[in-house]
């Protein structure tokens, strides 16, 4: 037995290993840095927010926040230099950082498709690809010098599927305004996949996995309407935990996935198996 757990605990050893969490403030982010912290890794919260949220401030372990936006290439090469000083060259990227509209968005902004502000769709690409480029400029070739690393990308349901319209269809019953799920975060989503399918053979020979998460909805305080309407897509009848993609990133981060690349790993309870 002691063979068989030190065999699992060197596949999964993420111990001193530093982890770059984009939009690692938020509800998934800082998720994934209390589960990388939890196994001694060292993380690195990237985030817009002024200081470090109110989710992370008791986590404890080895935590460093840095204040930056990734869509600014220099912003995110000062963050490299200010993580080397502290401790060293990433090995671990995650892409999280992303802009959406939930539910509970201003209907104003997502009646049509027609209507669709073009800011609104350069804000979104900026955050959701434009960011990920920058960072694996940045920190993957940082990685790929070095020859070692794991970048995961974030993508969704909804880069694998075009949003059930359906689903917020009561917004408009209970208010008397249409709601439309807009094009810009599925169409981010998807380029997502590509994008890591791009570096994880662009890197292959450089001792760099690439690989993507596509996680599902994630119960996150919606309107109850919202979520009786999303169970009635899931086979497994609920949203997602916040926690249940840890164990996820876990795995992609460390040498249990080491001949895993250019992959897509899909956690949505069923919603794309229908």
């Given amino acids: 037995m002691g063979l068989k757990n030190d065999y699992l605990n060197n596949l999964f050893n993420l111990r001193d290993k530093v ?4 939009g690692g403030n938020g509800q998934l982010g800082s998720e994934y840095a209390k589960a ?17 949220g109110e989710r ?26 200010a993580i080397e000083e502290k401790w060293e060259a990433p090995h671990i990227l995650i892409n999280n950082a992303a802009l959406d509209s939930p539910p509970g968005a201003n209907p104003e902004e997502n009646r049509s498709f027609e209507k669709y502000s073009l800011e ?9 690809l434009t960011g990920p480029f920058i960072c694996c400029q940045v920190f993957g070739g940082k990685m ?7 970048i995961i990308n974030i993508s969704s349901t909804y880069g694998l599927v075009s949003p059930n319209q359906g689903v917020y269809k009561y917004r408009e019953e209970k208010e008397g305004v249409p709601f439309v799920k807009p094009i810009s975060y599925s169409a981010t989503k998807s ?10 053979t662009y ?11 596509i996680p ?3 119960f996150n305080g919606q309107d109850q309407e919202f979520i009786n309407e999303y169970k009635k897509l899931v086979p497994m009848g609920r949203m997602a935990r916040g926690d249940e993609y840890n164990a996820a990133v876990l795995f992609l981060s460390s040498d249990a996935s080491s001949y895993m690349t250019g992959a897509s790993l899909v956690i949505d309870g069923g919603w794309t198996a229908w």
Avoid: C, H, P
């Fill in 19 to 22: 982890a770059v969490i984009t």
């Fill in 36 to 52: 990388l912290l939890s196994v001694g890794a060292r993380v690195v919260v990237l985030d817009t927010t002024d200081g470090m």
């Fill in 56 to 81: 992370l401030a008791d986590a404890g372990g080895s935590l460093m926040y840095l204040q930056t936006d990734i869509t600014d290439k220099k912003k995110v090469e000062r963050a490299l230099e």
């Fill in 120 to 128: 609104s769709w350069q804000s979104v690409l900026g955050v959701n």
């Fill in 144 to 150: 790929a010098e070095l020859g070692r690393g794991s």
């Fill in 191 to 200: 380029a997502v996949l590509n994008f890591t399918r791009y570096l994880a």
């Fill in 203 to 213: 890197w292959a020979k450089k001792g760099v996995r690439v690989n993507t998460l």
């Fill in 216 to 218: 599902g909805g994630v």
